[in-house]
């Protein structure tokens, strides 16, 4: 059993930055790969960005590639997302989410996932 507990979601104005954490505790964390999805009212839950459990491999959807960046600290049981150069279609609740996957596998449908968090609301003012 993992728990997941996301925080460092707010209001931000485009163009700004925020970091999102996810703190995880339970058995074997290091030996789950790792995911952010995102849902917008009205929208489907989309994926975001996701990580293995090594570390070593990270896939981001074409729409926060090269703005956002996730890495984990194997150590604290903790995934970070860093966001930067945030538009408005940003805004959502940001879940992230666990899976069991070999150590170099990244993982990016929610169906993939036995684990998720609450959710954290970002929200980027034009």
């Known amino acids: 059993q993992v728990q997941l507990v996301e925080s460092g979601g707010g209001l931000v104005q485009a163009g700004g930055s925020l970091g999102l954490s996810c703190a995880a505790s339970g058995r074997s964390f290091s030996t789950y790969a790792m995911g952010w999805f995102r849902q917008a009212p009205g929208k489907e839950r989309e994926f975001v960005a996701a990580i293995s459990w090594s570390g070593g491999n990270t896939y981001y959807a074409d729409s926060v590639k090269g703005r956002f960046t996730l890495s984990r600290d194997n150590a604290k049981n903790t995934v970070y997302l860093q966001m930067n150069s945030l538009k408005p279609e940003d805004t959502a609740v940001y879940y992230c989410?666990?899976?069991?996957?070999?150590?170099?596998?990244?993982?990016?449908?929610?169906?993939?996932?036995?684990?998720w968090g609450q959710g954290t609301q970002v929200t980027v003012s034009s």
């Open positions: 989410a666990a899976g069991p996957a070999h150590r170099l596998v990244v993982l990016t449908r929610p169906t993939q996932y036995d684990y």
